[in-house]
């Protein structure tokens, strides 16, 4: 059993930030280290996959999925976070990614490799014109 945290980065309330892993776009997410919140797992890998700083807004559920490493079967839940970004640069990114990018988010939801992320964006996408005030970090 593994645990993950990770975010759905939105930049000037209309992009998102997704990276990509061979052929399979997804969020950026990655394993809670010990004595870590959830909260700093998320900021920390997106920081370390994408090259963005960001802040939470709010939590926006879990995942679960197995998936088999060296013959073992693995479950794993991700716990995302909404969240806002506030500097940085996507060419800062991971060697571990292959390619970061801002996408409009339809065309996200198209290319998102799991239902399981795709099912967390459709519910930002409906949120995305509310309440919420965002910022205006361009760059
Ligand atoms: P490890 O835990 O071995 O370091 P990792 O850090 O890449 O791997 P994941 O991103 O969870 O962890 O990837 C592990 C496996 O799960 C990969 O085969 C990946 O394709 C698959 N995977 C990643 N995200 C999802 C998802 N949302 N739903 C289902 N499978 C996923």
């Known amino acids: ?19 990509r ?5 997804q969020l950026p997410k990655g394993l809670v280290e ?8 998320a900021i920390r890998e997106v920081k370390e996959e994408t090259g963005i700083n960001a802040r939470i807004i709010k939590p926006l559920g879990k995942i679960n999925y197995w998936y088999y490493r060296e013959g073992k079967r693995i479950y794993k839940t991700v716990y995302f976070f909404l969240m806002e970004a506030i500097s940085g ?20 939801l198209e290319k998102i490799a799991y239902r399981n992320e795709k099912d967390i ?12 005030i965002w910022g205006n970090w361009s760059s």
């Open 21 to 25: 892993r061979e052929e399979h776009w």
């Open 121 to 132: 964006l459709e519910k930002v996408k409906k949120e995305l014109r509310s309440d919420l």
């Open 34 to 41: 010990e004595g870590e919140k959830i909260e700093e797992t």
């Open 1 to 19: 059993m593994e645990i993950s945290a990770g975010g759905v980065v939105v930049k000037d309330a209309v992009h998102i930030l997704l990276a």
């Open 89 to 108: 640069d996507i060419k800062e990114h991971d060697s571990e990614m292959d390619e970061v990018r801002w996408f409009e988010m339809d065309e996200a």
